[in-house]
């Protein structure tokens, strides 16, 4: 049986420990852009918007709803001091030029060798890329954000992804509602689980073989 | 000084035709020609291959798909890869009505900006190892595989700034700017919404973002508040 996983704001609180003083971050669409609203007291992070925006800070109240004002996912945002606005050739030139220092995207799939599908459902068809290509190909970091299993149970990380790829050989780390992954030219380890859960109820869920870190730990935030 | 305002969108449209290309700046909410779109709907122009960031539920582009005006959309993002309610572009493009190409974004705003500055490609590593990188001339740059991209032009660019004068100087508000700024230098007839239009000189020269000599005409538009779709 599936181990109980944490919920999704935990989720995106426990990414949020992964920022650091003054970096260039930008949020992927879905579960990523709650990150926003978990920055550590005292760090000053630069969220990037590929629509435009440098230094937006959280999620912006509904009745705030400014239509000008809004990430990527067109969600509304507010702005902390030192935020600037561009058009979007130059906002890709940041994300393509080497200039984001982490990427934190949601997933659909992630292979062992750390190859990411998050842009197509192929039952679905259709699908869309926004800047995700962009992004997994140009931060200097990668972490995904998923749940661990697709609604039916299946894993999510697998030998080999299914779904059309964003790009290959582009994830860093994998954090989900059961477990922190690295992915290593090694092969994944497996550096932290959710309370009560194993590093064997971890494996269940997962396809390819997970060596456990020596300093392997229990998830905090 | 010949004055490029236009007094009414219906005016500044009426020599688009049936087939033309056209490029429409906007991301989601922000930025978006909503009036000039409106008034491409009531011109009834057909076989539009329209070129923008996104089409979707709520976006005035969507409204195009009533009459079956647009044959094709080059976009980033059209279907969403989950969610229960579809746009109407979305229905037709399920029921293979209507055409899709789908570019990662920066290479979409990449092509623009290659098309409007005299470019004739640019090579990028976005796409390699996925179903963008299919039939596409590849490179070895730096040890890492690279696709060649073509530029993209249109007949026409219809674009949203906050302000203008009748010299066609933009100032956006915010978020605007995406992929407006681009699009003003890559079409043939570039014509622009503002809710704001004043006389040339009343525009501070530091905070114009897009320099007259790229916009043909300009008419000033109302502010829709637009709303947010999850």
């Not at chain 1, 550590?40 to 000008?68: H, K, M, R």
């Not at chain 2, 978006?32 to 976006?59: C, F, K």
Request: hydrophobic fraction near 40%; charge should be negative.
């Amino acid at each position: 049986m599936r181990p109980a996983g944490i919920p999704r704001d935990l989720i995106a609180m426990r990414v949020a420990r992964e920022l650091e003083d003054g970096m260039a971050v930008n949020l992927g669409i879905g579960l990523p852009t709650q990150v926003a609203n978990h920055v550590p007291e005292g760090l000053t992070v630069w969220f990037q918007a590929e629509n435009g925006i440098l230094g937006y800070g959280g999620i912006a109240p509904d009745d705030a709803f400014d239509q000008d004002l809004i990430n990527a996912g067109g969600q509304p945002v507010t702005l902390q001091p030192g935020a600037c606005f561009f058009d979007s050739a130059e906002s890709f030139a940041m994300i393509r030029g080497g200039h984001i220092d982490l990427a934190i995207l949601g997933g659909l799939q992630v292979s062992e060798r750390g190859d990411l599908a998050n842009w197509m459902v192929p039952e679905r068809g259709g699908g869309s890329i926004g800047g995700a290509m962009d992004l997994a190909e140009g931060a200097r970091r990668l972490i995904v954000a998923m749940e661990h299993t697709a609604r039916d149970g299946s894993p999510r990380i697998l030998r080999e992804c299914t779904y059309p790829l964003t790009a290959p050989a582009c994830v860093d780390r994998i954090v989900t509602d059961l477990a922190v992954i690295d992915v290593t030219p090694e092969g994944l380890v497996l550096r932290e689980a959710a309370a009560g859960v194993s590093p064997g109820g971890v494996q269940s869920v997962t396809e390819p073989s997970l060596q456990t870190a020596d300093d392997f730990r229990e998830m905090t935030f | 000084m010949t004055s490029k305002a236009f007094l009414s969108c219906n005016e500044a449209i009426a020599d688009v035709f049936d087939g033309a290309t056209i490029m429409f700046g906007g991301f989601i909410t922000a930025g978006t020609p909503t009036d000039l779109v409106q008034a491409l709907v009531e011109r009834d122009t057909s076989n539009i291959t329209g070129i923008a960031n996104n089409i979707g539920i709520g976006d005035p582009l969507d409204n195009l798909c009533e009459k079956r005006q647009l044959r094709k959309m080059i976009a980033s993002f059209a279907i969403r890869a989950s969610g229960a309610r579809q746009s109407r572009f979305e229905e037709q493009y399920r029921a293979g009505e209507v055409e899709l190409e789908l570019v990662p974004q920066g290479t979409l705003a990449e092509r623009i900006r290659a098309g409007g500055a005299g470019i004739g490609g640019f090579y990028t590593p976005t796409g390699v190892g996925t179903v963008v990188a299919e039939g596409r001339e590849t490179r070895i740059i730096d040890g890492r595989e690279h696709l060649f991209e073509l530029p993209l032009r249109a007949d026409f660019a219809f674009i949203k700034a906050h302000r203008g004068d009748t010299s066609g100087n933009l100032v956006y508000r915010r978020a605007e700017r995406n992929f407006n700024v681009t699009m003003a230098t890559a079409a043939d007839i570039v014509i622009a919404e503002v809710e704001e239009l004043v006389e040339t000189g009343e525009l501070e020269p530091e905070a114009i973002v897009t320099p007259g000599i790229y916009v043909d005409r300009i008419v000033k538009g109302e502010r829709h508040e637009a709303r947010w779709y999850p």
